[in-house]
Structures are given as C-alpha cells and as structure tokens.
C-alpha cells in the first residue's frame, strides 16, 4: 500500500505501483514540511519504462511504493489515468533547487561523473567502484546535505538510494535520471514547442538514436500492457 505522509493528496495506482497525482506547488509544500521535520525520506521519479521494469522487478516495486514521493513523470501514464497530473522529474528537480535557494538549503548532485559505475543491482560495478562509492558516502556525510539529487539512471539509482540511504547523513534523496545533465548543461534541451506537447521523447529519440528500444517500451509495450490489464486482467 501508499505510504502516508504529510499531504493528504490522491495516490493512483498503475499496474504494479503507485504514484501522486498532485500539483507541482502541493509536492513542494509537502516536500518543505518533510525536510523541516528532519525525518530522512527519498523521492523517485517513475516513467513508463520505469513502470514496466517494476513489474517484473519486484523490488524495484517496492522501493517506488515505499517512496514517500512517487512523481508521474511522462505523459503516457495518463493512458493509465487521464486525470493524472504529470510532473517531470527535471522540472521538479528546478523547482526544488529554486526552492533550495530561498531556504538555504544545501544540494548535491550525484551522478556518472562524480559516481561510481553500478551494474543493474545498484551495486559498485568493480571493487574500484566500491572504493568510489564509500568515498562518495564520506563526502556527502562531511558536506551534510538536505537534498541529493541522484543521477545514475533507472533502476540503478532507485536500489542504490534504497541501498545506501541509512548510510547517508542527508533529509533527502532523489531520483532524478539525466535531469543532471539538462541542468548543468552537458545535454541540450528541446525545444519549448515540443515540451509543451509533450514530445520530448520523440527530440531524445532523434538526437540519441540509441534509445529506441526503451522509447518503444514506454510509447508501444506500454499501452499494450495498461490496455491488457485494464480490460482483460
């Protein structure tokens, strides 16, 4: 079931998780009171492919749903519930860090580039990549964050949060993707014309070819397996 937190808001549930359907200023409400309460918690940022990985990964599952935030982000989970309220996990991220600056709040982001490399478990790929990641943990433990934003790629980075939260002297932990690469800039964003239609997939898919087979996952299997479910299971 849902975990209970601070927001009375409507969880929905699709296949085998669960996710917020709320608007963006409920979530940073709810998100502020959970970090002034001082109580550790994590967010993730399901997607369609996300969604599918889940329900053959049961514990992937079960860190979604033990999520105390489960952010919708990509439109086609309104195939599921076309009352959903998307909200993209970069831009919640943004909001988050605008919010952060006000507040004083410290961030971190971690990803590739100052990570370790993990195999599909979350777990460091090689004993180098060990060394990395308890390196990583002493940082983070030295800095004291309130909110780090993890950006190792699904389902990597929802096990190795699971994984390593009780480890970590933070309030929060995100799931974030390669929303760290389109804030900092590595990555170009498309074109507003196409985020306000919501084809921000149909952009990726062009400047980075190699995502069609998860592109097809989540605008082909995905349907399929909500239109199965919905009608036939």
């Not at 970069?90 to 100052?114: A, P, V």
């Not at 919501?198 to 605008?219: S, T, Y």
């Amino acid at each position: 079931m849902p975990k209970t937190n601070l927001l009375s808001r409507k969880r929905v549930k699709i296949l085998d998780v669960y996710v917020d359907s709320s608007s963006t200023s409920s979530l940073l409400t709810a998100i502020g009171q959970k970090l002034a309460s001082r109580h550790k918690f994590y967010i993730v940022t399901p997607n369609p492919e996300i969604v599918l990985e889940a329900c053959k990964d049961k514990l992937l599952a079960k860190i979604i749903n033990d999520a105390d935030f489960s952010i919708p982000d990509g439109v086609g989970l309104k195939l599921a519930d076309p009352n959903l309220n998307i909200i993209h996990g970069r831009k919640m991220m943004e909001e988050l860090i605008k919010l952060s600056k006000q507040k004083k709040w410290k961030t971190f982001f971690l990803g590739f580039k100052n990570g370790p490399m993990l195999d599909k478990n979350g777990e460091p790929a090689t004993d180098l990549d060990s060394k990395v990641n308890k390196d990583i943990v002493k940082q983070i433990n030295k800095l004291k964050p309130d909110i780090v934003f993890v950006g190792f790629g699904a389902p990597k980075q929802e096990k190795w949060i699971w994984k390593n939260k009780d480890k970590l002297n933070v309030k929060c932990l995100m799931a974030v993707g390669g929303a760290i690469d389109y804030y900092s800039g590595v990555k170009k964003l498309p074109p507003k014309w196409m985020q306000s239609l919501e084809l921000e997939w149909l952009f990726r898919l062009f400047v980075e070819p190699w995502r069609l087979p998860r592109i097809f996952k989540a605008v082909i299997i995905f349907p399929l397996k909500v239109f199965v479910n919905k009608y036939f299971a």
